[in-house]
């Protein structure tokens, strides 16, 4: 089975700063990878995925990662950080099974201080 | 709104009595799931249907749990005999096939007293 490991269960930036969300990825081959973002009491909304083509994805609000197979990491990075980004991310692999069903990382929660 | 919609939002329950969740997935989408989201944690996949046929379920899914998508549209997912383990957030997703994004419903949260 395909895996993700978060590395940080909780990041806290000041707004204007980077943020940088870590990720690694366990797969035996060409994996599908995804970052999801949870705001509370809200839906889970895809932020941008991976899936074979170019290596850095550009997502929604500001939001980037690149796959790097050789470190097999798949990193979330922000320029400078919004309130508005306080939030909890999960970074998610596709299973080839079970209909292509998502495998979510166990989560990191950022904070954003003004 | 065209989004996926669950039913209830929330449910409160007393351990041992059944319920039923409802899940209507966005209207042209065939490939509809269900996750389990506990406190802390990242959504775990539990079962996938295309059209109504339930192809997998993970072994997450004991012999207390059982979905359905009778017609292929709306899905439900019911928990006999609750236990308080089953207190978790219930997350249905819908996609219009495997090379599309999954789009997620609200939830609908349980917690068994």
């Known amino acids: 089975a395909q895996s993700v490991t978060q590395l940080d269960s909780h990041v806290s930036v000041s707004e204007g700063t980077p943020v940088l969300l870590r990720c690694n990825y366990s797969?035996?081959?060409?994996?599908?990878l995804f970052w999801y973002v949870q705001h509370p009491n809200k839906g889970l909304q895809l932020l941008l995925k991976?899936?074979?083509?170019?290596?850095l994805v550009k997502g929604i609000n500001g939001f980037e990662a690149e796959f790097k197979k050789s470190e097999t990491s798949f990193h979330l990075t922000k320029p400078s950080a919004h309130m508005s980004d306080a939030a909890e991310y999960f970074c998610?692999?596709?299973?080839?099974?079970?209909?292509?069903?998502?495998?979510f990382g166990k989560g990191t929660s950022l904070l954003v201080t003004p | 709104d065209t989004g996926v919609s669950q039913n209830p939002r929330h449910k409160i329950t007393k351990r041992g009595q059944n319920v039923t969740f409802r899940c209507d997935p966005i209207?042209?989408?065939?490939?509809l799931y269900w996750y389990r989201q506990t406190l802390g944690q990242g959504p775990e996949f539990l079962t996938y249907?295309?059209?109504?046929?339930?192809?997998?379920k993970s072994r997450l899914l004991s012999d207390r749990f059982s979905a359905e998508r009778p017609k292929g549209s709306f899905s439900t997912l019911e928990i006999q005999r609750t236990e308080q383990g089953d207190s978790a957030m219930y997350l249905c997703?819908?996609?219009?096939?495997?090379?599309?994004?999954?789009?997620f419903g609200p939830g609908t949260r349980l917690t068994v007293t």
């Open positions: 997703a819908s996609r219009e096939g495997l090379e599309y994004e999954q789009y």
């Open positions: 797969s035996s081959y060409s994996p599908s």
């Open positions: 991976y899936t074979s083509a170019a290596t």
């Open positions: 998610v692999v596709s299973e080839r099974y079970s209909g292509y069903a998502l495998n």
């Open positions: 209207s042209e989408h065939n490939r």
């Open positions: 249907f295309q059209n109504e046929a339930q192809l997998e």
